[in-house]
């Protein structure tokens, strides 16, 4: 089975072509499948069959169904994750993320709020300057709440789509009978 971590990056069952390439693909931080043809013989095409042996070029992305090596899943999952515009969130960081009501939000002072935005791991440059904010009374606590509930929701959707996703793969892999 493919860990959660590995399946946000792999086209479902239904949408994979073996008569194509089963290099998994970067595809703007997506994961995706190679386009080209095979080599005769080969389940990759002579671009993801180059390096030697070992060496393949498909090795760096994986095979489209299998897992992906740990570096490349960083990437995939940095690019992915990048809940602050253009910045990188560490996604050990982001997993580790508790929820806050709105309500408890705007019970906290502003040094408990800016302390809770940074010890749950909201990052950034976004984030540091709504701390300072906040800590100087130059930004309304509401907006910055407003914000962290954004981001809250932002959070468990994504976990509810990677969620669906799962079950829908293991749905397709089951009717297919790979399970």
């Not at 290099?23 to 190679?34: K, S």
């Amino acid at each position: 089975d493919l860990s959660m971590r590995c399946l946000r990056f792999t086209p479902v069952a239904a949408a994979l072509d073996r008569g194509k390439c089963l290099a998994r693909t970067w595809n703007d931080g997506r994961g995706g499948q190679c386009s080209r043809f095979p080599a005769p013989g080969e389940f990759f095409c002579r671009l993801h069959l180059a390096g030697g042996r070992g060496c393949e070029q498909w090795r760096a992305f994986g095979h489209v169904d299998g897992p992906i090596p740990e570096d490349a899943l960083r990437q995939f999952e940095q690019r992915s994750d990048n809940r602050s515009g253009t910045e990188k969130v560490d996604l050990s960081v982001w997993k580790k993320r508790r929820l806050l009501s709105r309500e408890d939000a705007m019970q906290l002072d502003a040094k408990g709020l800016a302390e809770f935005i940074k010890t749950s791991g909201y990052m950034g440059e976004r984030w540091r300057c709504r701390r300072e904010k906040l800590l100087g009374n130059s930004i309304d606590k509401a907006t910055v709440v407003e914000s962290l509930m954004e981001e809250q929701a932002a959070d468990l959707w994504a976990e509810v789509v990677c969620a669906r996703r799962t079950e829908e793969e293991q749905g397709l892999r089951r009717s297919a009978g790979l399970q």
